[in-house]
């Protein structure tokens, strides 16, 4: 039923997956109250084309959904996983410990601590299970980094990347020049 209703969500927005392919990145969180936020992984790597799946998967309250997603995603074709979430953010750790895939993590604000907690949570993963942290509600730059480690042995998506900060740069030199005037 949560799958029934992001998905609903999802192609309300136009973030939905490209279904048809197998998809390269998993991007999981722990509730669909995180999906403001993690859409937008899903949203930049549309950008790059890069076919995702969406789904949720709770540490907390479906750790066996979690167990079997995390220790199967490299059989089915995931490259990496973007993990989302907010509070005791425990699904990127427990995510890295059952997976050979890179995990990525993203800390969502949802609580009264401002996602300092999900941040800490996250971010001070113990020595031999790594979690690559981006800032707190930063699932843009979660996508971009599932796109550059794809792109390491992607020169087509290598290229698209080098286009994508070059047009950053001239966005805002363009802005810069206008307050010049
Ligand atoms: C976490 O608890 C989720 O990742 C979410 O950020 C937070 C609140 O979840 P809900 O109570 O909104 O489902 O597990």
Redesign the pocket.
């Known amino acids: 039923k949560v799958q029934n209703r992001l998905d609903s969500m999802l192609n309300k927005e136009k973030f939905n997956s490209q279904s048809a392919v197998t998809p390269r990145v998993g991007i999981i969180?722990?509730?669909?109250?995180?999906l403001p936020?993690m859409k937008d992984a899903a949203k930049i790597l549309n950008m790059f084309g890069v076919p995702n799946e969406v789904r949720v998967v709770?540490?907390?309250?479906t750790p066996e959904l979690m167990y079997s997603y995390a220790s199967s995603a490299h059989e089915r074709g995931i490259q990496v996983i973007i993990a989302?979430?907010?509070?005791?953010?425990?699904?990127p750790g427990m995510v890295a410990a059952l997976t050979p895939l890179p995990v990525v993590g993203v800390p969502?604000?949802?609580?009264a601590l401002d996602g300092v907690d999900?941040l800490l949570s996250i971010v001070q993963m113990p020595r031999g299970v790594p979690v690559a942290t981006v800032a707190v509600n930063n699932a843009t730059n979660a996508g971009l980094l599932a796109a550059r480690i794809l792109g390491a042995s992607d020169a087509n998506l290598r290229a698209r990347m080098s286009q994508y900060l070059e047009d950053m740069r001239d966005e805002v030199l363009v802005k810069a020049e206008k307050l010049e005037r």
């Open positions: 969180m722990g509730s669909d109250s995180d936020v709770s540490a907390h309250r989302g979430a907010g509070g005791a953010a425990h699904l969502v604000r949802a609580t999900s």
